[in-house]
């Protein structure tokens, strides 16, 4: 008998998830089946708790049911609670634990896959909202030089900043914020790492980012991934910088529920290669 996972959102015929953790329980032979579980809106809690009494030893969580799982949660880890929302739950004999993966698995993408170390690094965060927030604690972890946010509604970044102001200081990281028109926001000289946390490559549309902000030694990250490199992409590009998508922070996020699960961490950069391959080929 294999142990019982699924991801649980709606829309979900989509997800690459399944097919990632086939691979990773191939790669490490651990026990574990992984499904799909289309949720039905307000019934979140109804498929989870049908999900635990048959057996379901964790789920992955995804739109829109991020804050239903946090609120859901027995327990919360510090990056969980941080983020305000969570991604990966795990059922114990403790009961529900809510963790968010979100974070780790852009700071492994960017520093194992792209080989970019964010130690001492510029790092200039795009947008303010959920994605930002649930990223904030692990870049401070490999402690940068400077994290810097910058939004459209510049409250919402200043809040950001309040919110995480201590940990900043108790991490030795130079942190600020403010809105996208605002001066003195973007320090002088190109940023080392450059995330685009915004949901803006969905619809096309550019975030709002001073051009000096990229140079040749920049890495310009989105968050989104698609067939095409996204208009964030293909703007950084033609900036001179070094571009890359999310694609790599779906594996490793899902790597790192993975661990969470199984105590076991699985090769991230292995799986993502043959994703892209595979996606590649039916472009």
Not at 254 to 271: C, L, M, T
């Amino acid at each position: 008998m294999k142990d019982q996972y699924a991801v649980i959102g709606n829309p979900i015929e989509h997800s690459k998830s399944p097919w990632i953790h086939a691979k990773f329980a191939a790669q490490t032979g651990e026990p574990v089946e992984y499904g799909r579980i289309l949720g039905p809106l307000g019934g979140f809690e109804r498929e989870v708790r049908q999900f635990i009494a048959s057996g379901g030893r964790g789920m992955n969580v995804t739109v829109p049911f991020k804050l239903d799982a946090h609120a859901f949660a027995d327990s919360l880890s510090p990056r969980a609670a941080a983020a305000g929302a969570v991604n990966t739950l795990a059922f114990g004999p403790d009961g529900v634990r809510g963790d968010n993966t979100d974070g780790v698995g852009l700071v492994r993408d960017i520093e194992v896959n792209l080989g970019v170390s964010l130690k001492g690094a510029r790092i200039l965060l795009l947008g303010a909202g959920g994605a930002a927030r649930g990223v904030v604690l692990p870049i401070f972890d490999r402690a940068p030089a400077a994290l810097t946010i910058v939004n459209r509604t510049a409250a919402k970044a200043h809040q950001l900043v309040d919110q995480f102001a201590q940990n900043a200081a108790d991490c030795g990281v130079r942190f600020s914020g403010g809105g996208a028109d605002s001066g003195g926001i973007v320090d002088s000289g190109c940023y080392d790492v450059i995330v685009n946390a915004t949901a803006g490559s969905l619809d096309a549309a550019l975030p709002d980012c001073d051009d000096g902000a990229f140079g040749a030694n920049t890495l310009a990250y989105d968050m989104m991934y698609g067939a095409q490199p996204t208009v964030f992409m293909q703007h950084a590009t033609k900036l001179g910088a070094r571009a890359s998508d999310g694609l790599g922070m779906l594996v490793e996020q899902a790597a790192e529920s993975f661990f969470i699960w199984r105590g076991v961490r699985p090769d991230g950069g292995a799986v993502l290669r043959e994703l892209r391959q595979m996606l590649a080929a039916k472009a």
